[in-house]
């Protein structure tokens, strides 16, 4: 797993990291941002995760994720639609507030086992400002910035009960305060730290 202590050796790695070819697909498309802070030395670089509201019609509802959502048809580009989706879900303007530091490789979208047509694209921002963040209660029920370091030493590591087809299984996820990270959230997070394990 890499071992990054400082946010501006996230800016080196990701810098340094070689982005994979895209998907081919006819998938409809998604984007969402990994936003960085680094407030406390001690504690190093966080992460920001939100809680997703609960749905009955969505595939993710409760989960922990990045904010974000589908591509609207005004968007300029998948970038478009992470800055606009993170400033409705949570507040945060990442044109004036945050520095763009990379784009991972695309993710085809999984919930309960199966594809759903929709490919995601994260971002990763680091926040420059003090932000206050005012979430939108109808898609974020909560929101929690965590440090990376004891996921990317394992010591967050833990697994989720889940059941596929009347089959228990324990999928892999990390520890965030009270909640698990899991899912394709977590699928997102393995994308990131492959990415910081490149040399600057």
């Known amino acids: 797993m890499a071992h990054v202590e400082t946010l501006e050796e996230i800016r080196a790695r990701l810098l340094a ?31 920001l995760f939100i809680r997703r509201a609960e749905h009955p019609k969505d595939p993710w509802s409760g989960h922990m994720a990045f904010p974000g959502g589908r591509r609207d048809p005004d968007d300029a580009d998948l970038l478009s639609t ?46 420059v400002t003090d932000q206050t963040l005012v979430l939108d209660e109808t898609e974020v029920a909560e929101a929690l910035w965590t440090p990376i370091r004891p996921m990317l030493r394992g010591e967050s590591s833990t697994e989720f009960p889940y059941t596929y087809r009347n089959e228990p299984l324990r999928l892999p ?19 990131l730290f492959r990415s910081l394990a490149s040399k600057p």
């Open 82 to 127: 992470a800055v606009r989706e993170t400033h409705e879900e949570i507040g945060i303007n990442l044109r004036t507030q945050a520095r763009l530091l990379g784009q991972l490789d695309e993710l085809p979208a999984m919930a309960r086992g199966e594809r759903l047509g929709l490919t995601i694209t994260p971002f990763v921002f680091e926040l």
């Open 17 to 47: 990291a070689e982005k994979g070819s895209s998907l081919v697909h006819d998938d409809a498309r998604a984007a969402v941002a990994a936003i960085f802070r680094e407030k406390v030395p001690d504690i190093g670089p966080e992460l």
């Open 173 to 191: 996820g990390y520890q965030v305060g009270e909640r698990v990270v899991w899912g394709l959230t977590y699928q997102m997070l393995q994308v």
